[in-house]
């Protein structure tokens, strides 16, 4: 079973940054961190991609799963896993 790819926009100073992150190491998946402050044209990709200005932007695949927030809920759900493994 394939892990999709998991891209994550974030700045070094976000505090929702650090616990979404935090959530996914703790879950052993493999991220792509892009930050938008460090990246030039990041923001204005991130909110191309999500319609959202704020960090942190969390993609699985090509499917925008939200924030921090969000990703918590997914994970509540039991929904995370079946993003993370291709799962319908």
């Not at 700045?11 to 190491?25: E, F, G, I, M, V």
Request: proline residues 5%.
């Amino acid at each position: 079973m394939s892990t999709a790819a998991v891209t994550i926009y974030t700045t070094n100073w976000c505090p929702y940054c650090t616990r979404a992150k935090a959530l996914l190491n703790s879950k052993n998946v493999a991220y792509t961190e892009i930050d938008v402050e460090a990246t030039p044209g990041a923001r204005d990709e991130m909110m191309t991609r999500s319609g959202r200005r704020s960090v942190p932007q969390i993609f699985i695949g090509d499917q925008h799963v939200g924030g921090c927030d969000d990703l918590h809920d997914a994970e509540r759900s039991g929904n995370l896993d079946k993003l993370l493994h291709n799962s319908p």
